[in-house]
């Protein structure tokens, strides 16, 4: 019975996406669909799959190297208190640091826009209705650039207030570590 | 020595006197003339503990003395100590928490996910009985604005009681470790979390709120002991019937006096997030009948969004047990805009000042000063800085206030530099202690001055409300810590040790004329509590910030414990993994410490030694 039913469901799911791929072809799409939103994007939170891996692709966001989107999401991070849970420059206090080069739910844009969205267990609020998915893009630029993973040349100019890093637009890339390496690869730093 | 022993006797049989009115003026007698005997202050008679074999509350006893009649271990034989056992408690965050001792059984609370253990001390190794898990949610980890400490439990009528970081209070059999009750005291989804240890008194429990960052409004609880129903609860800001202010209210000093000044001392509604939490130390007097608690900083930090006093934060409150009537107040720092947090211990003593015996209340302040108050009334005897203060200038005696240094004053989008003491004052929660053999108070503490700049705070239920943005820097001389014997009646310091770190610890001290406490890059001392001279040492895995207690174990033989674990506020660089590029991190706190990661690492270790 139990059984029967998730099939079921299973395959009405199925036909619906088959039918939105169908809808597709003739859509004019005039911005993009976030990814995070997008059925045909995988979110993966694990890096360790059973069989052969889909290696992760960066997925491309609407926001990503725009210097606008970063001074606005740099604006939302004070104002919707990311920084007190966070730290000012990232460095964590309550939550995890975000400018280093290590990612507990992922580096990748659709991972941010899910942790930001759907929150996460250890304290991190869920802020699912309360931003608008603009918003939360351009929150995901931010976070992406406090580990100077975009162009310098898009970077914030340095802020008004107390620095709380030093040399804010020359902060090094923080490569976030993969497990897609094949075996015997060598990085230096 | 002989007149000590037969002071401690004193004391002893004092205890063991009925809590009834109708002994109140033998009693006042009799405490008046040993305070006299010795002309040292003297723990208040009625809230001594009259057992020291054991360890049943943080404070030691009522009057938050944390002082041991055992004194088998001197600075003599101190070099002898040796591990008796050792327990992991698998958890690697900032141990804030003193264990427990009684019945030959040690409990240990441990910080977020608050596991309480058992551990039978009549058996070789003290194996654990059981654990018990509250299961708090672990959402609650965002609430916790400085590590997911927690800062013990209490024993009382046969149950364990203690709070959860996702404010609950729970009472667990202390025999088997089956939960007996748990009560929802606060909503984590307003940012309020509870990390005190709660205080028993007449039948009741009581718990306070964390949540000074996150724009909680303060509160105090009681919950009924045998069924954990809620009896009372009072608030520290808003209007008087919440803040359960009525006609026993007779505050000292004038600017105390008036209607709804709770709600009054704030711009529109900003007392509703308003902060005067109550995280830190509660103390009870049975005789006069008062229960002590301090409310913590307004929110947010930044001051230019509440103009006024700000009443009731970073002050203390005298409440009765019964129904939570205020009974006087006084603020420490009104319209604080430094954090100082008026959430300390307060010691209770009873003391000839001026010439004629007195009930006070001596009290190490975050904003640098020791204070005395006379605690049937709260006026202020004595205010004396026990450190570098440049943030305000003194107490004026006639009015009660603190006098502000104009120019330290932070304002919007200006930074002002070299504030001292930084936010976590003078003195943060670590309790000091009391020997009535010395006549000091033992004052573990820190020596930090800070950079300072209010920016606007947003606030958003459940989100840090700050407004501030602060670097810690190291006080003058360079150390950041200090441990000091302060001398009450003479009112100044006899000898202090400077530490590396802040003195993040608590302390103990016992009739053996022994101090103890314990240092972020992981010594546990021993010092000797007349000279200061360090007798003994011990290298902890990880940093101390515990609370040190002693006992005697059922070979008759007395035990001293401490638990390592470095974090808090102070060491969450080191326990949430902080990034030292970040120097306004843990609200400007990593910038003092960041070599603490190269000095110590996680842990979370009891250390018991013996001789």
Known sequence: ?189 | MARGVALVAALATLGCLKESSDDRPTREAVSAASASASGLPVIAPAATSADDGQWTMPQKDYANSRYSSLAEITPENAKNLKLAFTFSTGILRGHEAGPLVVNNTMYVVTPFPNYLYALDLTKEGAPMKWRYDPKPAASAQGVACCDVVNRGAVYYDGKIIYNTLDAHTVAVDAKDGHEVWNTKVGDINLGESVTMAPLVAKGKVFVGNSGGEFGVRGWIVALDAGSGKIAWRAYNTGPDSEVKIGPQFKPFYDQDKGKDLGVKTWPGDAWRTGGANVWGWLAYDPELDLLYHGTGNPGPWNPEQRPGDNKWSSGIFARRPDDGSAVWYYQWSYHDTFDYDGINEQVLLDMQFGGRPRKVLVRAERNGYVYVLDRQTGEVLSATPFGFVNSSKGVDLKTGRLIYATDKQPKLGEVTRNICPSSPGMKDWQPTAYSPRTGYLYIPHQNLCMDHEAVEANYIAGTPYVGMIAKFTSGPGGNRGVFQAWDIVNRKEVWSIPEKFPVWSGTLVTAGDVAFYGTMDGWFKVVNAKTGDVVWKFKTGSGIIGQPITYKGPDGHQYVAIMDGVGGWSGAIVAGGIDPRDSTAALGFVNAMKDLPAATTKGGMLYVFSL
């Open chain 1, 1 to 189: 019975m139990r059984f029967g039913r998730i099939s079921s469901l299973l395959l009405v799911t199925a036909l619906l996406s088959i039918a939105a791929a169908g809808c597709e072809r003739e859509e004019r799409r005039f911005r993009e669909v976030p990814p995070a939103a997008d059925q045909s994007t995988n979110v993966v939170q694990s890096d360790l799959q059973p069989g052969p891996s889909i290696v992760a692709t960066a997925t491309q966001h609407p926001y990503d190297d725009n210097a606008y989107a970063i001074a606005s999401g740099k604006r939302l991070y004070v104002q919707m208190n990311c920084a007190g849970c966070h730290g000012l420059a990232g460095g964590g206090s309550i939550g995890p640091p975000l400018l280093d080069d290590k990612w507990i739910y992922g580096s990748d844009p659709s991972n941010i826009f899910s942790t930001i969205v759907e929150g996460r267990p250890n304290g991190m609020p869920s802020w699912k209705g309360k931003l608008s998915n603009d918003q939360v893009w351009q929150l995901v630029a931010y976070v992406r650039d406090l580990s100077g993973l975009h162009r310098k040349d898009v970077r914030n100019s340095r802020g008004d207030n107390m620095a709380a890093v030093q040399d804010e637009q020359n902060r090094n890339r923080q490569t976030p570590r993969s497990s897609f390496e094949p075996p015997g690869s060598v990085t230096t730093p």
